[in-house]
Nanobody
């Protein structure tokens, strides 16, 4: 029932910017945390940035100072502003959400993933 809709990926030159958007929809009771992961060919999926229900954030060392994660609680949406992009940022970016959802009369906490959006940074 829950879906994560990702958008904002694309092709940019080195030094350019992109803003990724992830909107969660469905029978969501509350959002515990949301974040962005990325996976490049031949590499492990890695955490890029995350934001908790309390508003605390954490970033991968490789993106600190360049990327900013933010949220709009009213829209169940998280954003990733990516500046000063480098070729090594090229990857498929996946939205992740730790959600508490409603199932009939009960709630259930589960982890959800988007389908990914491609970010390509040309040198």
């Amino acid at each position: 029932q829950v879906q994560l809709a990702e958008s904002g990926g694309g092709l940019v030159q080195t030094g350019g910017s992109l803003r990724l958007t992830c909107a969660a929809s469905g029978s969501i009771d509350s959002i515990n945390a949301m974040g962005w992961y990325r996976q490049a060919p031949g590499k492990q999926r890695e955490l890029v940035a995350a934001i908790t229900s309390g508003g605390s954030t954490n970033y991968a060392d490789s993106v600190k100072g360049r990327f900013t994660i933010s949220r709009d609680n009213n829209k169940n949406t998280v954003y990733l502003q990516m500046n000063s992009l480098k070729p090594e940022d090229t990857a498929v970016y996946y939205c992740n959400a730790d959600l508490t959802i409603r199932v009939i009369f009960a709630t259930s906490r589960k982890d959800y993933w988007g389908q990914g959006t491609q970010v390509t940074v040309s040198s």
